[in-house]
């Protein structure tokens, strides 16, 4: 995995414009206008290996990433806390496996999902969703042959994520994760 200097692309607004907390609309805006920058989705380094990604500047003080899947790479089940968000496919195809279904936000290691729980998402190229506060997912690149690259957005910037294992219907936190972890 590769970490990159941050980029502030194109479809950024300028330093004087207002600051506004953004809603999951101006995510998704942002993360379709900056799949569109095809200069920035040119510059990401990709690896055959694992997965690379660039910071960006969001809208409103939002934490932003351009991200590079290798085929058969995924992020397995997490949540991304108190933050909404968005994500955009620019390159490839991205699946996207989530929970409709409301967990509680603390005090719990094993929970056990209903049977109709499960949904699933194919974004291609172009194709993105936003998404609430502690929304479970994973994301994968489902190709054998070709790398994805996608645009993510997020409001407020990560205080956290959950790792999440899934046996059947039965979710366990794994792991949380703070800024300090990944940076």
Same mark, same amino acid.
């Given at each position: ?32 206008? %900056?799949?569109?920058?095809?200069? !920035? ?47 955009? %496919? ?14 509680? %936000? ?15 998402? #194919? !974004? ?48 366990? !936190?794994?792991?949380?994760? #703070? ?5």
């Amino acid at each position: 995995m590769s970490v990159s200097p941050s980029v502030s692309p194109s479809a950024s607004p300028s330093a004087s414009a207002p600051v506004a907390t953004p809603t999951q609309a101006d995510l998704l805006d942002f993360v379709r206008r %900056t799949a569109a920058d095809t200069a !920035l989705i040119a510059s990401l380094p990709l690896d055959p290996e694992g997965r690379t990604w660039v910071r960006l500047e969001g809208p409103g003080g939002s934490e932003a990433w351009l991200i590079g899947w290798p085929p058969g790479t995924g992020t397995g089940w997490h949540d991304h806390a108190d933050s909404v968000g968005a994500f955009l %496919t620019a390159r490839g195809e991205l699946k996207e496996n989530s929970l409709a279904a409301r967990l509680p %936000t603390d005090g719990w290691k094993t929970l056990e999902l209903p049977e109709d729980a499960d949904r699933e998402r #194919r !974004l291609s190229a172009g194709k993105g969703r936003a998404f609430g506060r502690h929304h479970v997912h994973e994301v994968l690149n489902e190709s054998r042959e070709e790398h994805a690259i996608s645009v993510h957005a997020y409001y407020p910037p990560l205080p956290r994520i959950r790792r999440y294992s899934r046996t059947d219907q039965v979710l366990r !936190l794994e792991q949380v994760e #703070r800024p300090e972890d990944w940076q």
